[in-house]
């Protein structure tokens, strides 16, 4: 008896499709069935015979990699180059510490930073 009211509560109502919904499926279900059609054996032997042709052509542009070693990950040995964003991220950053360093040395030190504080913020 416990099991039943149980699986009675936890079943969703779920509102029947619209007319638009249900044309969108009908449509999606058209399309994906047109798009299996094509892939075919020969389909994909002609895409083969079109791949292996392609390679050919570019031959001359590839690099031969029996004298290179290639690694998928070296341990960051050798780091990309930041880019112009990233580098423009990190001065701002910089200059952001920098500029609490010295006005928390000044304030430290009894240094009259107030003044110096009034025009570091005015300087943004």
């Known amino acids: 008896m416990g099991a039943e009211f149980w699986d009675k509560e936890k079943k969703k109502v779920i509102a ?3 007319a638009k919904t ?3 499926r009908e449509k999606l279900k058209k399309q994906i069935a047109a ?3 094509k892939i075919t054996p020969q389909a ?3 895409k083969t015979i079109e791949i292996h042709r ?3 052509r570019h031959a001359s542009n590839r690099i031969a990699l029996k004298s290179k070693s ?3 990950f070296d341990e ?3 780091a990309a180059q930041l880019s ?3 580098a423009y991220l990190a001065d701002q950053m910089k200059m952001e510490v920098s500029k609490a360093s010295a006005l928390s040395h000044a304030d430290f030190w009894g240094v009259k930073g107030e003044k110096s504080r009034v025009v570091l913020q005015n300087q943004e």
């Open 54 to 56: 392609w390679i050919e």
């Open 22 to 24: 249900r044309k969108a």
């Open 84 to 86: 112009q964003k990233i």
């Open 35 to 37: 798009f299996e059609k």
């Open 44 to 46: 994909i032997q002609r």
């Open 16 to 18: 029947e499709e619209s």
């Open 76 to 78: 960051n040995q050798n």
């Open 70 to 72: 290639i690694s998928l």
